[in-house]
């Protein structure tokens, strides 16, 4: 085989191996592949290219799924498939767990679970940008399915952060206002010194006002009592 022959043939090969590793998932373009093919409206195979890098031996499977997830869930309206997506995210761990247990809440018809879902993807990243949203989003839940234990646990967590301190304490105060007014008026307090403002200064300081009221009408109930 003559010179030119054998760097012909060396080039032909180089060029096939690059093609092959461009088209490959380790491609610095293979997220954009199935990205691209759902901007033209087709989620069916955007979902399987998404599939596909998610079996890929990449380090970014937690981002495929996470996107595969997705697709299934608002293109495709599969809540059993973008489930399943989710929690497989969840189990490989990575970048996407959070937002994938997060999700799950999301996804979650009981509230008890719900409020479990959210705790956890706090607790998965507390530096999220969204994790004060989640805990808040926790605590609601679990009031909701009446756990109080682990709406407070959320709340006072989440009271904790500067981005989500005056709504956790509102929320506070709203769950003591009946039973236990003199505590209520306290987190309402707490959520003025918190920063609240506008609405939600108003909302403190009604509340305030409320706990107050129901204060005085339970000293004038000991004081009927105590009188007969």
Do not use: K
């Amino acid at each position: 085989m003559s010179v030119f022959r054998l760097t012909a043939a060396l080039c032909l090969l180089g060029v096939t191996v690059l093609a092959g590793w461009w088209w490959s998932p380790y491609s610095p373009i293979a997220f954009d592949r199935p990205a691209a093919v759902l901007a033209s409206g087709d989620a069916e195979g955007a979902l399987a290219g998404y599939r596909a890098l998610a079996a890929a031996p990449i380090t970014r499977r937690d981002e495929a799924l996470w996107q595969a997830a997705l697709i299934a869930e608002i293109e495709l309206s599969r809540l059993d498939e973008a489930t399943a997506l989710l929690q497989e995210c969840v189990l490989l761990g990575g970048p996407r767990a959070a937002d994938a247990v997060a999700r799950l809440a999301q996804l979650s018809a009981e509230p008890l679970a719900a409020a479990e879902h959210w705790m956890r993807a706090a607790q998965l990243e507390p530096g999220h940008a969204q994790s004060g949203r989640w805990l808040l989003n926790a605590g609601e839940a679990a009031m909701t399915a009446g756990d109080r234990p682990l709406a407070e646990a959320a709340l006072f967590a989440a009271a904790e952060r500067d981005d989500s301190a005056v709504l956790a304490w509102l929320l506070l105060g709203r769950a003591a206002l009946e039973g236990d007014p003199a505590t209520a008026h306290a987190r309402y307090d707490a959520a003025l010194a918190a920063g609240a403002e506008g609405v939600t200064a108003a909302l403190a300081r009604s509340g305030r006002e409320a706990a107050a009221t129901l204060m005085e009408d339970g000293m004038i109930l000991a004081d009927v009592l105590d009188a007969e």
